[in-house]
């Protein structure tokens, strides 16, 4: 409730410093940061990106507080196997990053027992998170996140904007705003994110604040 506001405000300041320019022909946020992408491609105005970030972090807050939950890093290993393992502990793929790293989210217990059993070829890395984000605990969240949402009118991007849901391309404001709601209890997809912007033919990347 306190870092997802200040996230997302660090980065449009960031985007304001760079003078939002407008030769830049696409944006994507990685979870919290899509709201960050929402208002780079103008859809929605900063105080708006502001106040609906506020109730997505409250409400997430809220909702790890009903269960005992976390978050853990797994690095390397085979895609198949850790997915495989995954399902069989009742976890869920949170996260797919690329580059060999998958965040598994659940119950605290069952992310114990993948760190005392781990995948052959992986490194398991408790993440310093509230709860199992990006999963079917965060469902209240997405509730009081739709109200919230409901009559916001968002504009058509301006530029590119992909969604984390499943990389493509979003072409509508509204469409954008609904998935912005349904991703806090849904898997975020970087890797289709980074497919898509390699075949858009993209060449850089800025990252903004507060990323590394």
Known sequence: QV??????????????ELGRPRQVSGVAGHSVGEFTAAAAAAIL??????????????AMA?????????MSAVIGGDEAAV???LSALGLTPANHNGAGQIVAAGARADLERLSAEPVPGTRVIPLQV??????????????????AASQTVGADPLRTIWTNR??????????????????????VRWDLCMTSFAAAGVTGLIELTPAG
């Not at 870092?3 to 304001?16: D, E, H, N, R, S």
């Not at 809220?62 to 976390?70: E, N, P, Y």
């Open 83 to 85: 997915l495989e393992k």
């Open 130 to 147: 509230a709860g199992a984000f990006h999963t079917e605990y965060m469902a209240p969240a997405v509730a009081a996140l739709r109200e």
């Open 166 to 187: 499943d990389g493509s391309a979003v072409t509508t404001g509204r469409a954008f705003i609904d998935l912005l709601v349904e991703q806090v209890a849904s898997p």
């Open 3 to 16: 870092a997802q506001p200040l996230i997302v405000a660090a980065g449009l300041l960031a985007w304001g």
């Open 62 to 70: 809220d909702a790890a507080a009903q269960a005992d939950t976390g």
């Open 45 to 58: 105005p900063d105080a708006e990106v502001l106040r609906l970030v506020g109730v997505r972090g409250r």
